[in-house]
């Protein structure tokens, strides 16, 4: 007799799970359970409908360090399978995939179609049940197996797998069954910031500028976007990733310090302005866009004004304002549609050897439905496959 696996929820580490199931042992019936009219809608709008399915970090060592929660629990893991073996799994099922030079891989085509394409093929040829439009509202323990509430039936099933994503209901009925739950609280957001410094600038980028969050220990690097509403980037998502817990304390009411040219030193910069001492400060600058810069001196530095002329205290408050700029944030956005959280299941809960609960049998559990969050970069995507494919290697090779 087949042994059964029903699986919550239809994204990435929904349907990765059911295929790699499949893969490793015919000996299973699969059902995958959607509340959405649709599966993978996360796959499909990731990455601005590109789908960002992973980076180019191969080392584990250096890959955890992009999780801000979970870094110590996917080390194990990421030995075991990593981005280098997503890559692989993609490509032997025809969808090549190409670096960025930032890390980031997206299929050749820029087409996150070709992910959940591939995907969808895959449950077909496998006879994998997707259906849709169904709400799991509750599921409880019968012997070692399981029945499945949903909105228009009762399903049993041998093991349960949990890739609900941020489903409050599905925590919930965790939390019923005795599991520690991390509340949760976004992850991955951009700054709104009305600070008149940024007037008429949205859609300039800085290459790489150094954000520390003051109050508190977070500091991060690398490019930023100014926006009609304030501030985004990798620098900005990265610092929202880090400090997920502390800024919900503050209700993101908080303050940052900006340098804008963190590999610039002060004897670089007094070079710069002797070598340029005839030249007016505003408007045009070797460094950064031009607007921006004369947004950020127009204060206190005159039209005309040439780096001779401006005398060691106006060099001095140039250099800290490019150095230090302080700037009050208001508020977030959510980064684009791809929302993650920071919070779920408590990792102490969980067996990573086969992301498999430790109290109660047969439930296993990938994706954002567990207290894992990286930052942006294919790093979210990277711990859905790796999660889903090692539950799927645990339940396949089961001998009971």
């Known amino acids: 007799m087949k042994k059964k696996l029903i699986i919550i929820g239809g994204g990435a580490a929904g349907f990765f799970t059911a295929i790699n199931v499949m893969m490793l042992n015919a000996d299973f019936e699969v059902i995958i359970l959607e509340q959405g009219k649709e599966v993978l809608n996360k796959v499909k ?12 970090c191969i080392d584990p060592e250096q890959i955890v360090k992009n999780y ?39 299929p050749v085509s820029d087409d996150s179609m070709d992910i959940v ?4 093929r895959l449950t077909k040829k496998y006879s994998i049940k997707v259906i849709t439009s169904t709400k799991v509202i509750g599921f409880s323990q019968i012997n070692k197996g399981w029945l499945i509430k949903t ?15 941020s489903s409050k209901l599905v925590w919930d009925l965790l939390s019923n069954l005795g599991i520690g739950l991390i509340s949760p609280v976004p992850s991955l957001f951009t700054f709104h910031c009305k600070d008149t410094r940024f ?13 520390k969050i003051i109050g508190t220990d977070i500091k991060t690097s690398g490019p930023m976007l100014i926006t009609h509403q304030g501030l985004s980037g990798p620098a900005v998502l990265k610092a929202s990733a880090w400090g997920a817990l502390e800024l919900a304390q503050m209700d993101y009411k908080f303050t940052i310090a900006i340098d804008w040219l963190p590999d610039l030193n002060e004897k670089a910069f007094l070079q ?7 030249k007016k400060i505003l408007p045009r600058n070797p460094f950064i866009a031009n607007r921006l810069w004369e947004q950020l001196l127009n204060t206190f530095i ?14 001095a408050q140039i250099y800290e304002t490019l150095k230090n700029s302080a700037f009050t944030i208001t508020g977030k956005s959510t980064f684009k549609e791809e929302f993650v959280t920071a919070g779920g299941v408590d990792l102490q809960e969980v067996d990573f050897k086969g992301f498999f609960l430790k109290k109660i049998t047969n439930i296993y559990l990938a994706g954002e439905v567990l207290n894992i969050d990286g930052v942006t970069g294919g790093f979210n995507f990277q ?18």
């Not at 909105?151 to 994503?165: E, P, R, Y």
């Open 45 to 56: 709008i990731s990455g601005g409908g590109r789908c960002n399915v992973t980076n180019v």
């Open 68 to 106: 801000p929660r979970g870094n110590r629990e996917l080390l194990g893991p990421f030995h075991r399978f990593n981005t280098q073996d997503t890559v692989a799994w993609f490509e032997n099922q025809g969808v090549k995939l190409k670096a960025e030079s930032d890390g980031r891989m997206f």
């Open 117 to 120: 394409n591939c995907l969808i």
């Open 151 to 165: 909105n228009t039936q009762t399903l049993s099933s041998d093991f349960v797998m949990l890739a609900s994503g």
């Open 199 to 211: 007037k008429d600038l949205s859609g300039i980028s800085v290459d790489n500028v150094s954000i």
């Open 272 to 278: 710069m302005t002797i070598d340029h001492a005839r």
């Open 302 to 315: 005159s039209e005309n004004l040439t780096y001779a002329e401006a005398g060691k205290k106006k060099l």
């Open 383 to 400: 711990a859905a496959w790796t999660g889903a494919f090692l539950a799927a290697e645990h339940l396949a090779y089961r001998d009971e």
